[in-house]
């Protein structure tokens, strides 16, 4: 299936289809491979020594304002000793990266990631088809939490009330002592929240749930697997140009508990994760 997508991208009829109906295409193609991609990833794992248990998935949309919120999160059982020289900003900024990077490995290559000193953008194929365009991320970290945060800017999968930087997705990784003396729990939650889909706007919500929804979940529990696996994905800078500490970075607040809608003052940002 994904073969013949891709003969259909690169051939002559790739000349007439709109950005948005190319994004269509290939969300459905995607979303085609869920259910079976799914039961893979079901369960609790071992991955290189550490337990990652079965991620969770809570996705809702408010029917009054079509604003979807969509959070996955997983705990992440890992040897103490593995951690060490872990818990910094750069390795916050590197987790960032991997994020991405497993955006790109999960879609075959048909969504990568492009970057600016002051945007970041999710684009299909080639640069100008840009799906979302996101703010500089935002760092922040304390002893035990690490957040990383983009704001939705704009983009073909963003309908026109949902652009500006009221939404955004979210990177939220805590760390917890584990009842093993030489273990750590780490929780990990991806949220997206106060965004509003074009595909749910223009073609309906079921549509999206079934098609751009799923696919962001399943995409989430790919990266889950990847940060198991504690091989994280280098900085596109290959540095940090943000604080070297925990300490001296801004204390970590999830952006929905700054006010309901996820929008507060702007922490201090980082560099080009």
Avoid at 75 to 89: M, S
Avoid at 145 to 173: P, Q, T
């Amino acid at each position: 299936m994904i073969r013949n997508l891709l003969r259909l991208l690169r051939g002559r009829r790739m000349l007439w289809l709109r950005p948005a109906g190319l994004a269509a295409g290939v969300l459905a193609v995607l979303a085609g491979l869920y259910l079976g991609i799914r039961r893979l990833l079901a369960g609790s794992r071992t991955v290189n020594g550490a337990v990652l248990h079965t991620p969770t998935d809570d996705t809702k949309i408010d029917r009054k304002t079509g604003a979807v919120r969509s959070l996955q999160g997983a705990d992440i059982i890992v040897d103490e000793e593995a951690l060490q020289g872990l818990w910094t900003p750069e390795h916050l900024e590197r987790l960032a990266r991997t994020y991405w990077k497993s955006l790109t490995v999960f879609t075959v290559g048909l969504c990568r990631v492009g970057y600016s000193e002051d945007e970041r953008w999710v684009y299909l194929l080639h640069p100008k088809v840009r799906l979302l365009t996101m703010q500089r991320p935002e760092y922040e970290m304390s002893e035990n939490r690490g957040i990383v945060r983009w704001r939705i800017e704009k983009g073909l999968l963003v309908a026109a009330n949902g652009r500006g930087g009221d939404g955004y997705l979210e990177i939220d990784v805590c760390r917890f002592d584990y009842p093993d003396w030489n273990k750590a729990r780490i929780h990990v939650e991806i949220e997206v929240a106060n965004f509003y889909p074009q595909i749910a706007s223009k073609l309906g919500r079921w549509l999206y749930t079934n098609t751009q929804s799923r696919i962001h979940v399943i995409a989430c529990h790919f990266f889950l697997q990847q940060l198991a696996k504690r091989d994280l994905d280098i900085s596109k800078v290959h540095s940090f140009g943000g604080p070297a500490t925990a300490e001296e970075t801004p204390d970590p607040v999830p952006a929905r508990e700054k006010n309901p809608a996820g929008v507060g003052a702007r922490p201090e940002t980082g560099s080009e994760a």
